[in-house]
């Protein structure tokens, strides 16, 4: 059974830039969630993709937005770079019919805004 | 609101030492999951809990579902060098898609 995969690992970009980072999903789920941690922080709740959809939404601005393709596997894009959009960004995935509410996260991208 | 306070914030401890942390809320969970995060990595699932009441073990891991739902208790048993690293509490979002996570408890183990 293959795990949560994230790409790439770190990445720096600066002030204005866009960028799009990468999750593949555990095998057998069909449901993926994106999630901010900023350092000394838990995991703040972005968004979620069901079924190609955005299914749920945290407090983030719109220039967060993302994707999910027939695989399951899933992107988000941030737009207009802050430098406060530094932190790990997460992916989780889930199964959703059984018990969504259980994730299981990828590594992370560590993303740095200069 | 859904926050989740955890406690104590950071513990210094001998190894060896048994070690316990909860989890509160103002709001009613019906799920609660415990995750432990190490440096450069994502959180890794120890232990979900879906009914109030539930006791769980996972190795030297116990954690329980309050019968009130708002709060959960993880208890580590003679702690070891490896168990080093930050625990989280979680519960579902009331749109049960994402999760809320307390701040966590940062275990330090001394030699």
């Known amino acids: 059974e293959t795990g949560v995969t994230q790409s790439p690992t770190h990445l720096i970009k600066t002030r204005g830039q866009q960028v799009t980072l990468r999750c593949s999903s555990q095998?057998?789920?069909?449901?993926v969630s994106w999630y901010q941690q900023a350092l000394g922080q838990g995991p703040q709740f972005i968004f979620q993709?069901?079924?190609?959809?955005?299914?749920g939404r945290g407090n983030f601005p719109p220039r967060f937005s993302g994707l999910q393709f027939p695989n399951y596997s899933s992107e988000l894009n941030v737009n207009a770079l802050e430098l406060d959009d530094s932190a790990l960004y997460l992916c989780?995935?889930?199964?959703?019919?059984?018990?969504?509410?259980?994730?299981?996260f990828g590594p992370g991208t560590r993303l740095t805004v200069l | 609101g859904q926050q989740l306070n955890q406690s104590p914030q950071s513990m210094f401890i001998q190894e060896g030492e048994d070690v316990s942390m909860n989890c509160t809320s103002s709001?009613?969970?019906?799920?609660w999951l415990w995750y432990k995060q190490e440096p450069g990595e994502g959180p890794v699932l120890l232990i979900a809990?879906?009914?109030?009441?539930e006791l769980t073990s996972n190795g030297r891991l116990t954690a329980q579902f309050g019968i009130t739902r708002k709060d959960s208790f993880l208890n580590i048993s003679a702690s070891i060098p490896s168990d080093v690293g930050i625990y989280f509490c979680?519960?579902?979002?009331?749109?049960?898609?994402?999760?809320?996570f307390g701040k966590g408890t940062h275990l330090i183990i001394q030699p």
């Open positions: 809990l879906y009914k109030a009441g």
């Open positions: 979680a519960g579902p979002r009331r749109g049960a898609d994402g999760l809320t």
């Open positions: 709001s009613i969970f019906n799920t």
């Open positions: 095998s057998g789920h069909n449901t």
């Open positions: 989780a995935s889930s199964f959703w019919g059984g018990s969504t509410d259980t994730q299981y």
């Open positions: 993709y069901y079924r190609e959809e955005e299914n």
